[in-house]
């Protein structure tokens, strides 16, 4: 029963037949101007005018970079405000655990490391 409500639903809808004769029609279209418009011929340009064109092209990637960065230290900024910084309290804690944890690890390395050192010595003796 549900397929064939479905169904029904898919054969009334009209939008679906419109946007299909739609993207037909500007698929012929774009058929139909493209053999009509001659093909442009590009002009032929001067060795000098390429060098003056090679030197505006260089100074406007440099603008274009410039920008760029510009743009990426305005984004930057932006995402810095939605951040949520810890208070000193959370700060002081956080830091706190780090080095007590380190200088724990570091002494349970050192006894593993002492202790390997001793038994290599015994054995080569």
Known sequence: ???QKQRQ???KNPKRKN??????????????SAQK??????PIRSVTKKAIDGKKA?????????SMAGQFLKDSRMELKK??????KELLATTMV???LTLLI???????????IKIIKNIVR
């Open 9 to 11: 639903k898919k054969s």
């Open 83 to 88: 951040v949520k910084w810890p208070t000193r």
């Open 106 to 116: 570091a002494f349970f390395l050192g006894l593993i490391d002492f202790g390997l």
């Open 1 to 3: 029963m549900k397929k």
């Open 98 to 100: 780090v080095i007590v």
């Open 58 to 66: 260089e100074k406007r990637l440099a603008i274009r970079y410039v």
């Open 19 to 32: 946007l299909a004769s739609k993207q037909k029609q500007a698929e012929n279209y774009d058929v139909q």
């Open 37 to 42: 418009r001659p093909a442009q011929k590009k």
